[in-house]
């Protein structure tokens, strides 16, 4: 553009500027330019002399020649920090209004908590989705064929005195017997007694053969034989049968009864309802329990009277004959008899034939021959083919109701009650006597008295203690023998 020459604007007059400043707020020191100087400027753009036409801007709170500059007040917490406002200064943090700037530390406790929050929250996802899962998995399974976890093979040995073992090595010498006869058959048990043949039984098993029956011998490892009797005792319970052509045979091993305790732990083992090499295991439960079986007969012929071992070890019709063992698996009772629930009255007897409908089973009383005893009369059998009896020499009056053992006043076919030389006479015995007790043990029944008396040998001495008359007396007495049939 040309320059435009002076003489072409008209001379206007410019009146003179004064620019009047407003007082400071009080607390804020006055400032000149010349303290502030703009960045990138040279110092003489900020001279003290005004330019030309101008009059100098008095500097609030300046001083001026000849004049002290006023005291500055010190600032307090209630001055606006809008009038401390410097342009200049450097840009300090932002912040909202009334709320302050978090420090270091509780940003980094706020993250923590958000962190903390953000795990329980997954931890809580991932329960609820596996529980769904495995929900589903369980009820509908994956897929393919199920295979269901299983233990592997172990050692099938067991400890010698465990039931198991007990039986492992009892069961070689028991046997099934099978009973025929008059129509009727049943099934027992029976115990190997020699390498000879010879197996101990009851006799209420094998009664059913009679003179023209058969018996059917079947051993644990699934041999049969042929069997006979070859002697039985109907007062003892107990049979003799013997079997030929047998190799092999492992003999059962004989314990003593007068060892047993109640509580001791015991093994039975028979063939109940014909199912042969049962197991079942109880304790003692009593010892010397007196107990009859039998009593079908009208004249009580068939009546045996056992002093016997009790058990609760389950004992059905079948198991009768077989094994009782304690905890060395050794023989310390023959099973005999049980009591079931609908006996009755009296002792119920395992008549061996397990399919009789009418039988009752086990209760937890069952009973058996001690061992001492179906030893003794056990030998007589397969010696003689006949049992001694100890007897007294007494008639008793089974029909009395009172407290202990009376003697009749009168015998059998009107005899004397008291046989003339025998072991009651030679002790003393008088008719009408009351036997209380047999060797400090107390006596209530005549069938007691008489299990008591069997549980001995002949020969043996017994202390009795007797009422006669209201006075009581002791007398001793050696028993007698007779022969059983």
Known sequence: MPPVADSALPDVPVPPVTQTAPAPPAGVPALSFA???????????????????????????????GTSAPPVPTPTANTNPWHRYDPWAPPAPLQQTGTPTPTPEQHRARTRKLLVASAVALALLSGGVGGVVGAHLERDGVGGDVVLPQVGKADTGRAPDSVAGIAARALPSVVTLHVSGDAESGTGTGIVLDTRGHILTNNHVVELAGSGGAISVSFSGGQTAKGKVVGRDTGYDLAVVQVSGVRGLTPMPLGNSDNVRVGDPVVAIGAPFDLDNTVTSGIISATERPITAGGEASDGSDVSYVDALQTDAPINPGNSGGPLLDADGRLVGVNSAIRSADDGAGDGDGDGDGTESGQGGSIGLGFAIPVNQAKRVAEELINSGRATHPVIGVTLDMDYTGDGARVATK??????????????????????????????????????LIVRTRAHRPGDQLRLTLDRDGKNLTVSLVLGSSTGG
Do not use: C, F, N
């Not at 100087?37 to 002399?49: V, Y």
């Open 35 to 65: 303290d502030a100087a703009l960045p990138g400027a040279p110092a003489s753009a900020l001279a003290d002399t005004p330019p030309s036409g101008t009059s100098a801007l008095p500097i609030p709170g300046a001083s001026t020649p």
């Open 411 to 448: 015998g059998g076919d009107d005899g004397p009650a008291v046989t003339a030389g025998g072991p009651g006479a030679k002790a003393g015995l008088k008719a009408g006597d009351v036997i209380t007790e047999v060797d400090g043990e107390r006596v209530h029944s005549g069938d007691e």
